[in-house]
C-alpha cells in the first residue's frame, strides 16, 4: 500500500506565475489536508478537503490559493501569480473514512512535501 | 482556537541520555495527540499517536503521555542516539483539524 504521494517535490517558479501542487492519497483515503510550512516555522493548517467538498478552508489566505479534491485524481493546490512569501514546504496529509461510531478524528498520514521555490 | 505550545525549542545532548520533550495545548477537547519526527529538508514520520481515552503509547525508545485535563503530553526518549537528531513536533487534533507546535529541535552529540 504506497503512502500519500505529493508531486513534483521541488518546484521553482517565477514571480507571477502558477504552482500546481498534487496530493494523491493512500488507497481508500477520502480525506486530504494540506498544510503550509514557512522557513524556521511550524505547520499551519490551510484546507481539509472531502471527494468533491471543501470541509474546511479556515486557513487558506483569501486570494491566490485555491485548493480541490475531485472525483478522480489527486487533490490539487494551486496558488495563483506567486510571491516569494509563498516560498514554502507544503505538505499533504490523508486520512480514511472514520469508522462507524468513530467520534473524532483519524490518524493523519503525511506525504514527502513538495517544496516551493519563488525566484 | 487551539494553540500547542513545545518546550525547550532547541536540545543538545550527549549519547545515551534520557530526555523528556514537552508538548502543552490550550483546549482540552482533543480528539488525539500525534508525535512526528521531521529531519532537515524531509518530511514527516509519525512517531506515536495517542487517542484521547488513552494515557500513553510506547513505541521501541519512545514512549508518549498524554494529560488532557492539564493540556500536556510528553515524549520520552530512552537511550538517546545520534540518529534521534530532528525536529520533533506534536500535533493535537481537534475536530477535523490538526495543530501543530512549533517543535523541538533535538541533536544528540556523539
Known amino acids: 500500500n504506497a503512502g500519500v504521494m505529493q508531486n513534483p517535490r521541488h518546484l521553482v517558479r517565477r514571480r507571477g506565475q502558477e504552482a500546481r501542487l498534487r496530493c494523491s492519497p493512500m488507497?481508500?483515503?477520502?480525506?486530504v489536508y494540506w498544510y503550509r510550512q514557512l522557513p524556521e516555522e511550524g505547520l499551519k493548517f490551510m484546507v481539509y478537503?472531502?471527494?468533491?467538498?471543501?470541509?474546511?478552508e479556515s486557513g487558506m489566505p483569501k486570494e491566490r490559493f485555491s485548493a480541490e479534491f475531485p472525483k478522480e485524481g489527486p487533490s490539487i493546490l494551486r496558488i495563483q501569480q506567486v510571491v516569494r512569501g509563498d516560498s514554502a514546504a507544503y505538505f499533504c496529509a490523508s486520512s480514511p473514512v472514520p469508522r462507524e461510531g468513530f467520534l473524532g478524528n483519524n490518524e493523519q498520514f503525511f506525504g514527502p512535501g513538495t517544496r516551493l521555490t519563488v525566484l | 482556537k487551539q494553540e500547542v505550545t513545545q518546550i525547550p525549542a532547541a536540545l543538545s545532548v550527549p549519547e545515551g541520555e534520557n530526555l523528556v520533550l514537552n508538548c502543552s495545548f490550550t483546549d482540552s477537547a482533543i480528539y488525539n495527540l500525534q508525535w512526528f519526527r521531521q529531519d532537515p529538508g524531509k518530511g514527516l514520520t509519525s512517531l506515536l499517536l495517542?487517542?484521547?481515552?488513552?494515557r500513553e503509547q510506547t513505541s521501541g525508545r519512545l514512549n508518549a503521555s498524554l494529560d488532557k485535563s492539564s493540556g500536556r503530553s510528553t515524549l520520552y526518549i530512552a537511550a538517546s542516539q545520534p540518529g534521534d537528531s530532528a525536529t520533533y513536533l506534536c500535533a493535537a487534533g481537534g475536530y477535523q483539524k490538526v495543530t501543530f507546535g512549533t517543535g523541538t529541535k533535538l541533536q544528540v552529540i556523539p
Open positions: 478537503l472531502q471527494k468533491e467538498n471543501i470541509i474546511d
Open positions: 488507497k481508500g483515503h477520502s480525506h
Open positions: 495517542i487517542q484521547s481515552s488513552q
